[in-house]
């Protein structure tokens, strides 16, 4: 029963994936033609990605702290890296003004979610080389001057034993560089949702933790230091919060 509901579930994303990228090109064409941060596009993403949640039914998405993501300004919004299904699970955030994703560039090649940010227009980057900074420091920029948070899992790379790994610098370097405040999230859940077995009855759980202003990121020395400080307090909200029930 598990892998036939799981087939139905995949069989269904892949329909509403289809018909969901055909609306999205409409409304990126109207955006290209009405402003630079497709707006439009950006909205419309949220019910679109939240949909790989909805339609199975042997998941459960719970959100913790939606009052902690601010209403007005834009910010670099940061969570640990367990799975893939982090970034369709991060569409679970508040709606404001949107917000661009910085993903690696193999992420475009997946079916659904990755022709998706390409129509988005997120932030893409190439893992290892020399440009991958310059790429997120320049973009971003460009994105928070407009009044876009961006969102980045500053692990680099996806979890591999259920524990929060080394926080990379570019996430603290792009909001000490531009004066905005970081909102930390903690992803619990998402590590092994699919298997041979089919789909894991789980509840993934979100949660956004209280924002670094932006006067307490000017007050770190370095990127590094505050990589670490934001590391250490997602590392103890997700030992928390996978000890639950």
Not at 160 to 165: F, I, L, Q
Not at 178 to 195: A, D, H, K, M, Q
Not at 204 to 222: C, G, N, Q, W
């Amino acid at each position: 029963m598990r892998i036939l509901v799981t087939i139905i579930f995949l069989l269904f994303i892949v329909v509403w994936a289809t018909l969901s990228v055909v609306v999205m090109c409409l409304t990126t064409l109207i955006d290209l033609c009405t402003n630079k941060e497709r707006r439009l596009t950006l909205q419309l993403s949220y019910p679109v990605a939240r949909m790989v949640y909805w339609a199975c039914p042997m998941w459960r998405v719970k959100i913790e702290g939606k009052e902690n993501l601010p209403k007005e300004g834009t910010y670099v919004i940061t969570a640990n890296h367990q799975s893939f299904f982090d970034i369709p699970l991060m569409f679970f955030l508040p709606r404001r003004r949107g917000f661009k994703f910085v993903s690696k560039i193999e992420v475009r090649n997946i079916p659904a979610i990755g022709w998706m940010l390409g129509l988005r227009d997120d932030i893409v980057i190439r893992r290892g080389t020399a440009s991958a900074a310059t790429c997120v420091m320049d973009e971003g920029t460009e994105h928070l001057q407009r009044g876009t948070s961006v969102v980045i899992f500053p692990e680099g790379t996806r979890s591999k034993d259920n524990k929060v790994h080394l926080f990379k610098d570019g996430a603290f370097k792009l909001a000490q560089s531009n004066g905005v405040g970081i909102v930390p999230c903690v992803i619990v859940g998402t590590r092994g949702l699919l298997s041979k077995r089919g789909a894991a009855t789980r509840t993934l759980r979100l949660h956004i933790m209280p924002p670094i202003e932006a006067d307490k990121v000017k007050e770190f020395a370095t990127a590094r230091d505050l990589a670490k400080h934001v590391q250490a307090l997602t590392s103890e909200e997700f030992e928390k919060m996978k000890n639950q029930k």
